[in-house]
């Protein structure tokens, strides 16, 4: 008999999911608007608290596109954005006819390196052109350096799009990720900590700034009987289906946070006596990550060889599911003729490093079958 397949992240429905669906047929409230919306997105507001507003949007690259724009990117701007992350990060930039300005990692959260930052502003600024915007990423649910990288951009007073796609359930010095940001990006997409199958929200400040969401997101129609527009608008607003099974994932959201550091610690027991590899794990006390992925790196020098992609070859003889890290944006083809500052962090955490299995849903029985492939090829 084949082992079932053990997935890097998949959905988990808590239970209750169902029951706002059904709510939402029952009451023929089939549509990108309704109860289910209004009622996930104060969710997510008392969740996040720090006083933001959430608009609920189709997407997290959606809530992106829409942020850039709401920010004022245009044509031939230039937004800096961390190179470690998932294109999706990077592709609205482009969207917008924009320039991408790309930027290295540090080696404690691998996100954005605050030096490397204001290097690649400094620089910009002398060639003619300051930055609109930049676009820093918690990447796998780890904070980045919150305190110098917005220290950064406010000594250069450029707006910060928050991407916390991947952080819903973080946070640093107790303030929840997804709200340090001039705007803060969330994604449920059915791999992400939480889902809703599909969508995305934008956080942002205040009500005025809700509204601007919700109007772009829905066409950008004005206030006339007939459909007026004096502006481009999307298509871009939350189904009141998908809120739903959002409502019900808010009622697991934490529960899920703490299955998933579970996860982490199983890869930091077991790890803790292999030497050469890395866990990547909250520098300090400051940091909270809800380790969406947990992930590592391997340096073969000290493993006598084994390399990542030996161990993801392992896996996958077991039917287990592992991937490299987010190739950084800055060696993709389509992205690798645009600037890039900083030197090689991101490349080499990219070479050597490995995501493991890490869903809510993994039992002792699927922990029993990684472990088994670990001790196989590593020892113990
Ligand atoms: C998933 C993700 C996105 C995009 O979110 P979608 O909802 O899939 O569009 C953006 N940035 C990062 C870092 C992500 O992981």
Redesign the pocket.
Known sequence: MVNSKIWLSSPHMGGTEQNYVNEAFATNWVAPLGPNVNGFESDLENYLQADVKVGALS????A?HLGLIILGVQAGDEVICQSM??S??ANPIMYLGAIPIFIDSEIETWNMCPIALEEAIKDRIAKGKKPKAIIG?H?YGMPYKVDEIHAVAKRYDIPVLE?S??ALGSHYKGQKCGTFGDMG?L???GN?IITTS???ALVIKNLAMKDRVVFLSTQARDDAPHYQHSEVGYNYRMSNISAGIGRGQMEVLDAHVALRRQMHEFYVSYFSNIKGVTVLTEPDQDYFSNHWLSAIVIDPALTTGITSEDLRLAMEAENIESRPLWKPMHLQPIFQDYPYYGSTIAETLFKNGLCLPSGSNLDDEARARIRSVLVKLMGT
Do not use: P, R
Not at 59 to 62: E, L
């Open positions: 997407s997290g690259t959606a992106i992350t998932f999706a990060s990423v990447l991407d796609a991947e990006v994604s449920f997409n992400k599909g969508g995305g």
